[in-house]
């Protein structure tokens, strides 16, 4: 009998003896090489909990989907609320893992095991030993030495717990909406200069400190140590900011400590941040199910209005924040008194999914180009468009030019409606103020005298951009011309024949007028400007918007007669020019004359006297494709992916669908402008080369920049359209990955200085990850990701003749063609024949 008990007295023994973390899943800690799996069963049974109880860490489901989240919640309450999640892109699919490990810490990985997530900040020399959640809420990774080498509390996502700090350069992020985690557009930022700040935002290339709409206050320039050192969160629930003298500053009332309540400080999805309390017991039979209630926010309403508050900021704050809302959106109160948001009348939001997001346009915006502002033909803007009456609705950060006095909301409707720049108008106190889209800030306010108008397209107004059969638009015209004749009396039918005889005589002979060649059918389309003009149009050509090897371009403002009204354009002044720089100028004016797609620059005018040749284009608000993709801030995948297929569709309309066949010859990010919408418009035509439509070769000096040229530039070769696929590829791999095509090698390192080389290497090593390392959203559609980088490696073979034409590269992108697995582009490599033979060349 005695040697059972001695076997389990030495069981016993040698369990006392193992490692902490081997049987750590029973309290709060997490062992090394101990895993999760997201599952339903993940949702109710987290991986690890607080001792209390009142926290858990582990996977939630969202919603009714088959998606999940790492995060921290709440364990205790009905509802349980998330105080922290993993800061992926998007929830991750069932089946997915998170385990920790003793080199990287927590490492969250989809079904397939690509890496989706991993702490930011955790030293790639730690180890770590084990980790644990507290009673604070705050998981902890501790290393073998017992120091903290990662905690969430030093990287909060959108909310704080009692105890929490935020020290200067920390931030908290809000999400996209209620449902959707991911990181949306407004921030709490404790900045450098002691100030805590609320901003937004809304456009990427934007700096932050430009789009407040609160401000602590707390910044002292003149003498530093009274400037905030960090946000403080409270045990007993008031915030306050440390000062570097120890001194404090209160944002919120003290408040009684009672452990009877949780609190929390998050910035929620609308932008307003709010502090909450909710009974720990807010389940009991008594009590019921009680929400969390909030008992202080910023800003504060204006008066009592949120959507103001935005707008304005707080009575000392002098900067102007991005609006609740998106771009065209409308802001109102709701029930609760927080910020909802609206899109106007024939608008619908650009993002389906996020109702706090931009609105489109569900038609053709009004151009200067139609017919009454072109002179191509009698008639007005009523004729083309409506302004819908939107009460109370009002947008006071766009306003392009006042009318005052204005006795009547129809006069001002009337001044919006005949002018081609206006999208929207408003009418108050006797005065009227235009709009210009996109239109930021917009609000909605019962409580004040003004009508908001927004110019729509007519129903029964075929735009111009779109294409319908002849035959069928003829017959049309019949049936409706007949079906009037047989309904009204003989005098009318009489007039009306009358009317239509006439009308016929007039078209044919404005048919006749515009089939009939001249020197100047090309530049009737166009403003010619004198070099005066565009003098007083720049100011001087003083405020210089960028420069090239042979142009630069400078911002100015042209008045269009017709209305009245002013435009911002890019006036681009050719300088430094070849000998021959004048048959180039005709070339690029009447090239770019013929061309209309939504992807080019439009040329609006130009001017071409003596030594003086300069083109006026379309101004671009966003700036260049260089700025936006190598800029501080990465650009998220799905605009990117937006605006590669952009480029595409528009290299495709230049080779294949324009009169004359442009090859553009110097593809390039500086040449890619971004309108209001980031839509990509290609630009810069000074460098082209054109053909006729029969010619398929020519041959000339090399053009281009560097690391974008063809290889059959330096050949002396004749070259084809086949140039500008090589020079998108390069652009493709600088759009997938978010770098120069030419990097500083002590930065890079040897392998990585040249982008396409250490692509190729990716792609053949299958470590495609490593190009999109940071980028979650990228490497969450990997297929994607895959399929833009095969695409790339086709446009880049240095034999012309096996990289796809431009349409090819268009429907590859699209999904519409399948993506054959490409050859090595180093042609040193025998690349297989099967691989070869997949080249997509039609």
């Known amino acids: 009998m005695g040697y059972p008990l001695n076997l389990l007295h030495l069981l016993f023994s040698v369990l006392l003896l193992l490692p902490f973390h081997t049987f750590a899943q029973n309290n709060n800690t997490i062992g090394v090489g101990s895993t999760l799996t997201a599952t339903t069963t993940a949702t109710t049974k987290p991986w690890v909990s607080s001792p209390s109880g009142d926290f858990a860490f582990g996977f939630q489901q969202i919603q009714a989907t088959d998606e999940f989240l790492l995060c921290i919640w709440y364990a205790k309450l009905h509802e349980r609320t998330i105080v922290w999640h993993a800061n992926t892109s998007t929830a991750v699919p069932a089946g997915s893992t998170v385990g920790l490990e003793a080199d990287s810490g927590l490492i969250l990985r989809d079904p397939q095991g690509n890496k989706l997530w991993k702490p930011d900040g955790l030293s790639e020399f730690s180890q770590v030993d084990h980790g644990f959640l507290n009673d604070t809420g705050n998981l902890v990774l501790v290393g073998r030495d017992s120091t903290v080498v990662w905690d969430t509390f030093s990287h909060p996502t959108d909310t704080l717990s009692p105890t929490q700090e935020m020290p200067i350069g920390t931030m908290l992020a809000s999400r996209r909406s209620e449902a959707n985690f991911s990181q949306g557009r407004f921030y709490l930022h404790m900045q450098d200069d002691g100030d805590l700040v609320l901003l937004t935002k809304t456009l990427p290339k934007n700096s932050l400190i430009d789009r407040q709409y609160y401000s602590s206050q707390t910044s002292d320039p003149a003498n530093k140590t009274n400037s905030g050192l960090k946000l403080i969160f409270s045990s007993d629930g008031s915030l306050l900011i440390l000062k570097r003298s120890n001194a404090t500053t209160e944002l919120s009332p003290p408040r009684s400590s009672s452990p009877e309540i949780y609190l929390r400080l998050t910035l929620d999805f609308d932008g307003v941040l709010s502090l909450y309390r909710i009974p720990k017991n807010n389940n009991n039979s008594s009590g019921g199910n009680q929400t969390w209630t909030s008992i202080w926010s910023r800003p504060l309403p204006q008066p009592d209005n949120f959507c103001y508050a935005m707008f304005f900021g707080d009575e000392n704050s002098a900067h102007l924040g991005g609006g609740a809302c998106g771009y065209n959106s409308v802001c109102s109160v709701d029930a609760n008194n927080r910020p909802s948001c609206e899109c106007p009348p024939h608008y619908s939001l650009i993002d389906p999914s996020d109702k706090y997001g931009s609105c489109k346009p569900d038609f053709v915006p009004p151009t200067c180009d139609e017919p009454p502002a072109a002179g191509k033909g009698k008639g007005s803007y009523e004729d083309l468009y409506d302004l819908i009456e939107v009460p109370d609705t009002d947008w006071p950060a766009n306003d392009r030019e006042g009318i005052s006095p204005c006795t009547s909301k129809e006069e ?77 009396s003989v005098f009318i039918n009489f007039l009306l024949i009358t009317a239509a005889c006439l009308g016929f005589f007039f078209i044919y002979k404005a048919k006749i007028k515009k089939i009939t060649p001249t020197k100047t059918s090309v530049q009737s389309n166009l403003c010619h400007f004198s070099y005066k003009e565009l003098v007083e149009a720049t100011n001087g050509f003083k405020e210089e918007l960028g420069r090239g090897a042979s142009a630069i371009v400078y911002k100015g403002e042209i008045i269009i007669t017709s209305v009245g009204s002013k435009n911002i354009v890019a006036v681009k002044k050719l300088d430094r020019v070849a000998h021959d720089s004048g048959k180039e100028f005709m070339s690029e004016v009447t090239a770019i004359g013929q061309t209309h797609h939504k992807h080019l620059v439009r040329l609006l005018g130009y001017c071409n006297e003596e030594q003086h040749q300069i083109l006026v284009y379309e101004y671009m608000s966003n700036g260049t494709l260089a700025s936006f993709l190598f800029g501080d801030l990465t650009p998220s995948w799905s605009q990117r992916i937006k605006i590669a297929l952009g480029i595409a569709r528009g290299l495709t309309y230049l080779h294949k669908e324009c009169s004359t066949q442009i090859i553009h010859c110097d593809i390039k990010p500086q040449n890619i402008l971004l309108d209001d919408y980031y839509n990509a418009r290609i630009s810069d035509f000074g460098l082209a080369k054109l053909l006729k439509m029969n010619e398929s070769r020519t041959q000339t000096n090399i053009r281009g920049t560097k690391g974008y040229v063809a290889p059959e530039w330096f050949r002396n070769n004749k070259v084809t359209a086949k140039v500008d696929v090589y020079s998108f590829g390069v652009l493709l791999m600088e759009i997938i990955t978010c770098r120069r095509n030419v990097e500083d090698v002590e930065r890079w390192g040897g392998d990585k200085a040249i982008l396409t080389d250490w692509v190729t290497d990716c792609f053949l090593e299958k470590r495609l990850d490593l190009l999109v390392e940071n980028d979650e959203e990228a490497l969450n559609d990997r297929e994607n990701v895959e399929k833009f980088v095969m695409i790339s490696i086709w446009c880049i073979q240095e034999d012309s003749s096996l990289r796809p034409t431009m349409r090819k590269v268009s429907q590859m992108l699209e999904g519409v063609v399948q993506v054959p697995v490409p050859p090595n582009p180093n042609p040193f490599t025998v690349s297989s024949p099967k691989s070869l033979a997949l080249a997509p060349t039609s």
């Open 412 to 488: 001002c409707k009337m001044a919006c409606l005949n002018d081609c720049l206006c999208d929207a108008a408003v009418f108050a106190q006797n005065g009227c103020w235009k709009k210009r889209l996109p239109m930021s800030n917009g609000v909605r306010d019962t409580n004040k005298d003004l009508i908001g108008f927004i110019k729509v397209r007519k129903a029964d107004f075929v735009s111009p951009f779109k294409e319908f059969p002849a035959e069928k638009k003829d017959q049309g015209a019949l049936i409706l011309a007949g079906s009037v004749l047989l309904g009204t």
